[in-house]
């Protein structure tokens, strides 16, 4: 009797196991072939691939060619005169948003506009579409809201890159489901939010800078200069010019097509900092805004380098070496009288914006720029007893407008004193840094190099 009960026992725990080992195995072949769930369930979703370009659908389609990268959801490209009067798309991506990394620097920002370039500059060929049977603007009117497909090799299919943001967790926002992909974009979307990528990881980007200093571009803090008054800010730039214990630093703003300039008052610094900002190198700078109130215009001071602490936020570093001045050939009337709209802030508590008319010379203060053909038709020398005697300010005619030219004290390659007599009645061309004195914006001028007589 009881050997009979020994082995019923035995058989039962025997079925038990082998009914526990089904359902570890049904679980497991369920966990493996069960494909991605936004609700954060293990798998994964290729939305992008499973998502194709319809070429015969009754959108409106172009293949194009990039003309210049701004950020990661907006991309200018070069299309047929007959869709742009200009030549130029300035594309806004549909149903996505990407952290800023113009203007003011967000996390993220970086890596997304880098992920954009980097698809875009290796691809095979480039397609934008519609959402409808026409080409839509944005509320500003000036960028074409589309899709932006690519091919990544030639003989492969065509990626949406819109998608594609969304799925890498590069947007912290998508369109809605009316959208045309917006099915695939909403799930996309769900799915990297589950899966904690990138803008969703809770963890700190590595490309951003997490110090004290608003982080921005050159064009945001040169169009809203006065709200960072006595504030630490952070840019970079290009290093053209040093000269009277500053330096002047530029970058260009693909958006806007222009370099924007930062005078860099590094006082009397001495050591790493001084070879971190040689011309020709490009810097982030971080520094105070303040108001030179002798020269009428606004600089960066305060300038700090912590050599033992490298990783320090708070470091003027060099990003590279070999750089050179932009030199924007200028028109003398532009430069006088020139307008240009702009998109700026009005306030930094609330983030509102409103588009302002700025002087063209006042946007490209501290810019390097040249220009040619100024008749001298006057000129006066400084002397007053003073470091700055020897100095002139040259005034030129060119295409009946008058411009003035303003040099330090210049010498020859003979070492001679150069003077009125050299420039006086002559035809020159110059090159220099946009600057304004007494009311009124010049060229100023740092070497003898630098003015070309003919």
Known sequence: MSVNTNMKNTAKKLLSLSLVLCILVACFAGCKDTPDNTDGSKGFVDYVENT???????????????????????????????????????????????????GKIEEWGKKASNFTKAKLSGAAAIMVESDNEQWNVDSTGGRHLVWVWYKPTADADYRC????????????????TADRYGDAMAKAFQQAKAQKLNVFSGKEDPDFFYGDAYELDLMHLRTNIALYDNRKVAFEGVVTYNNNNSVYVEDYHAETDTYYGMSVYYGYETGELLNILKVGNRVRVVGTVTYYETGGTWQVSGLSYREFKPDDPSNTIKLSEGNAAAHTELDAQVFNTGRMDVETLVSLADETTETKNFPYADLIMSTSVSMKGLKVVDAYTTNNGGESDGAMTLTCQVGGTSVDVRTIVLYDENGELLTESDFMGKTIDVKGIVDYFSGSYQIKVFTADSITVH
């Open 52 to 102: 194709k370009l319809n070429l015969d659908s009754a959108t409106k389609k172009q293949e194009v060619t990039v003309k210049s990268f701004i950020d990661g959801d907006t991309t200018h490209f070069f299309v047929p005169t007959d869709l742009s009067d200009d030549g130029a798309l300035k594309a806004r991506y549909m149903g996505v948003n990407t952290p800023e990394s113009t």
């Open 161 to 176: 890159l819109n998608l594609e943001l969304v799925q890498n967790g590069l947007s912290i926002a998508c369109g809605t």
